[in-house]
C-alpha cells in the first residue's frame, strides 16, 4: 500500500523513478573516505543513476554518511561485491561496457566515450587507484582531461564530472524522455519509495 505525505511527494517520486537510467552504473572500488563514497552516491542519485557496486576486497566496506549524500543512498540500489571477475562478469552478461577511469598515456578522453550505451564506470581508491585486475578486465580506461599543473581530481569530484558529461549524452539523446521500466517494475518502485521514510 502507498504511503505519501502529500501528492506533490508522490509526483516527485513518479518523476523520479520515471527517469532512472538503469543502463548506467556505477563501481566503487576499494574507496577509503566514507565521504567521498557517500557524495559520489549523491553525484549517482542527481543522474539517474539507480544501481552503484561497491567493490570491496582490500578496504573494509564504508559505513555511509547520511550527511554528505544528503540520503541519497536510500534511493539508490547498492550491490556489495568482494570479487572484481564475479563482479565485472555479472556486468558483461547483462552487456555492459566498463571504463575505468586512470590517468595514462593508454586511456581515452572522458570526451570520447559513447555513455548512452549500456555503460558502466569504476572509480578507483583515493591513493592506489583502481586495481591491475580491474584495468586489465575493463573494455577501455578513461581519463578527464585537465589543463592545471594537478594531475588529477578528488575522487568524488572526478565520478561527479564524469556523470554530468553522461547525464549530458544521454539527455541530448532524449534517453530520460522515455523510461526504462516496464509498467510493472514502475509500480513497484513506487510501492516501494513511498514506503521509505
Not at 539507480?50 to 539508490?76: D, G, M, Q
Not at 564475479?86 to 598515456?105: D, Q, R
Request: glycine share 4%; with cysteine; net charge positive.
Amino acid at each position: 500500500m502507498r504511503q505519501f505525505k502529500s501528492e506533490s511527494r508522490l509526483n516527485k517520486i513518479k518523476e523520479v523513478i520515471f527517469k532512472r537510467q538503469s543502463t548506467l552504473t556505477v563501481i566503487l572500488e576499494n574507496i577509503h573516505d566514507r565521504h567521498n563514497v557517500s557524495a559520489i552516491l549523491r553525484s549517482s542519485d542527481s543522474v539517474g543513476v539507480s544501481k552503484v557496486s561497491l567493490l570491496y576486497n582490500i578496504e573494509k566496506f564504508p559505513k555511509l554518511s547520511r550527511t554528505s549524500s544528503a540520503s541519497s543512498n536510500k534511493w539508490i540500489d547498492i550491490d556489495y561485491e568482494t570479487s572484481t571477475e564475479e563482479c565485472f562478469n555479472k556486468l558483461h552478461e547483462k552487456g555492459f561496457k566498463i571504463y575505468v577511469s586512470k590517468v595514462s598515456k593508454e586511456s581515452k578522453s572522458l570526451y570520447d566515450i559513447d555513455f548512452t550505451q549500456k555503460v558502466a564506470v569504476m572509480f578507483g581508491n583515493e591513493h592506489r587507484g583502481v586495481s591491475e585486475i580491474a584495468e586489465s578486465l575493463c573494455d577501455e580506461t578513461f581519463y578527464i582531461p585537465m589543463h592545471g599543473m594537478a594531475q588529477s581530481l578528488n575522487v568524488s569530484v572526478a565520478a561527479a564530472v564524469t556523470l554530468y558529461e553522461a547525464q549530458r549524452q544521454r539527455n541530448n539523446k532524449g534517453l530520460y524522455d522515455v523510461t526504462e521500466l516496464s509498467q510493472n517494475d514502475f509500480d513497484r518502485f513506487i510501492d516501494k519509495w513511498c514506503a521509505r521514510k
